[in-house]
């Protein structure tokens, strides 16, 4: 019988919440569907995120198998996904990341092939923008963290209700950036940047942990 582990349950939900972002999709989704009906959005918004969800399903449930497959011990990938993780929040700190999404909208070529299939739902909302290096690597770590079904369901169960949430967001977005405007979708940017950032410290310190060094060690 599985036990509710509320620690890590807050810890998986602040993890994925703060890496899929939800909340900042908003202005980037509108770039992608310029001139679409509510309707057509609402497709594009759905299919990116169960495209996406599928992505995320495979790497929790086969990512750690992978990595001993090809010989990657798992606080191995714990240091480097934390790394990873903090170069993502150093990013969200200082507003690259928004920024390289915003470039990609309104490059010429990327533009070009959008409206050429109409449909940016696989290429480039799930993948990477909902379903990217940050992402995958999350739901290893967490996986990894609570081994098991009950790590797994957790994980997963807190991943769906992120996605979800950002399916109702990308439906809402004209309406979230006219409440929130471009300073609020900065200031909960930067917040939860913060927080990625303690929290990509705490997997490196894990990970090290394993090998002898830093706290827990030994």
Request: charge should be neutral.
């Amino acid at each position: 019988m599985m036990t509710l582990d509320i620690a890590f349950m807050i810890t998986a939900f602040a993890t994925m919440i703060v890496i899929i972002d939800p909340f900042a999709i908003g202005p980037m989704f509108l770039a992608l569907t310029p001139g679409l009906t509510h309707t057509q959005r609402r497709r594009i918004a759905w299919r990116g995120v169960f495209i996406a969800g599928l992505i995320l399903l495979i790497f929790a449930a086969f990512g750690e198998a992978v990595l001993g497959f090809i010989g990657i011990s798992m606080p191995a990938f714990r240091v480097a996904g934390g790394i990873l993780l903090f170069l993502t929040a150093l990013e969200m700190l200082f507003d690259r990341r928004t920024k390289r999404r915003e470039q990609s909208t309104t490059d010429p070529d990327h533009t070009h092939s959008e409206h050429d299939h109409d449909d940016p739902s696989v290429f480039p909302l799930a993948i990477p923008l909902i379903a990217g290096p940050g992402s995958i690597a999350s739901v290893i770590l967490l996986t990894g963290e609570k081994p098991g079904v009950e790590g797994f369901v957790t994980v997963m169960g807190i991943t769906f209700a992120v996605l979800i949430l950002m399916g109702i967001t990308m439906q809402a977005s004209g309406y979230l950036e006219r409440a929130l405007g471009k300073v609020g979708i900065n200031v909960i940017t930067r917040l939860l940047g913060m927080l990625l950032a303690a929290l990509s410290v705490q997997f490196v310190l894990e990970g090290l942990s394993a090998f002898g060094f830093g706290p827990g060690a030994g």
